[in-house]
C-alpha cells in the first residue's frame, strides 16, 4: 500500500473533530512529501533536530508537532516555528518554552502529558501535579505559552480493557480541567491514540490522533 492510500483510509475513518497527527520519525523527506502531496499538513515528529532539518527543508505551510520528550536545552530550535508541543510535563519546560516563545515574538500552544500508562519508561505529570502546576503563580506568570489541552500514552499492551481504562482516565482528567478559566487555558484538545490503538482511543474521546507506522510503513 502506498502512502497516500494508507492516509486515504486512516482519513476517511476519522471523525470530524478528529485531528490527524502523520508521525513522520525516522522517515525520508520523500516519504513525507508523498504525504504532503495527497494533503496532509500536520506532522509529528520526536526529534528537535530531525524536525528541525524537516521543517528547513520542506513547503512552510506544514505545521510540526513535537509529540517526542522535551530537553529544556534544545526548546530554543524548534521555538521559532513549533506548532503545537505535546509533551510537556514540568514547569521548568514550560518556563523556557514561555522564555523562547517571548524570545521569537510567539504564542506557543502545548498539551500537557499525563502519565496514565502502568510502565516505567512512560514520561508524565500525575493528577495533583497536574492541578498543582496549573494554579501556581508560576504557571500564571507565563503570558507566552496556551495550554490546549492534555497528550496521554496507554501501556504497550494487547489488553484492550486495560488500554480503555487509561484512556478514559485520561478523559476524565480532561474533563476535570476543562472549566477552568485562564488567560493562557484553552482545553479543547486530547491527543491519544497510535496506530495500534486510535480507534480505541476515538471510542473514549480523543480529538487528536497521532499515526505514524500505519501511514509511512514500520520503522
Ligand atoms: C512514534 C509515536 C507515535 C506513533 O506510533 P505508531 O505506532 O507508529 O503509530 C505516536 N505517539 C508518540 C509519542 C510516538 O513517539
Known amino acids: 500500500m502506498s502512502i497516500a492510500s494508507n492516509l486515504n483510509t486512516i482519513k476517511a475513518s476519522l471523525p470530524e473533530n478528529v485531528t490527524l497527527v502523520a508521525v513522520s520519525k525516522t522517515k525520508p523527506v520523500s516519504d513525507l512529501m508523498e504525504a504532503y502531496e495527497s494533503g496532509q499538513r500536520i506532522f509529528g515528529e520526536n526529534k528537535i533536530q530531525e524536525m528541525t532539518d524537516k521543517w528547513e527543508e520542506m513547503p512552510k505551510d506544514i505545521q510540526w508537532h513535537m509529540i517526542g520528550h522535551v530537553q529544556t536545552n534544545k526548546v530554543k530550535f524548534m521555538a521559532p516555528f513549533v506548532n503545537l508541543i505535546h509533551g510537556v510535563d514540568s514547569l521548568k519546560l514550560l518556563q ?124
Open 96 to 219: 523556557e518554552i514561555n522564555k523562547q516563545s517571548l524570545k521569537n515574538n510567539r504564542i506557543i500552544d502545548c498539551l500537557l502529558q499525563i502519565y496514565i500508562a502502568e510502565e516505567e519508561s512512560k514520561f508524565g505529570l500525575d493528577e495533583n501535579e497536574l492541578n498543582e502546576l496549573l494554579t501556581s503563580t508560576e504557571f500564571k506568570e507565563l503570558k507566552n505559552i496556551r495550554i490546549l489541552g492534555l497528550m496521554g500514552m496507554a501501556t504497550f499492551t494487547e489488553n484492550q480493557n486495560q488500554i480503555k481504562k487509561e484512556f478514559t482516565r485520561l478523559k476524565s482528567i480532561f474533563d476535570s480541567i476543562q472549566h477552568r478559566k485562564d488567560e493562557q487555558l484553552q482545553i479543547s484538545k486530547i491527543s491519544m491514540g497510535m496506530s495500534g490503538d486510535y480507534k480505541l482511543a476515538i471510542e473514549c474521546g480523543s480529538t487528536m490522533v497521532r499515526i505514524g507506522s500505519s501511514i509511512f510503513g514500520g520503522r
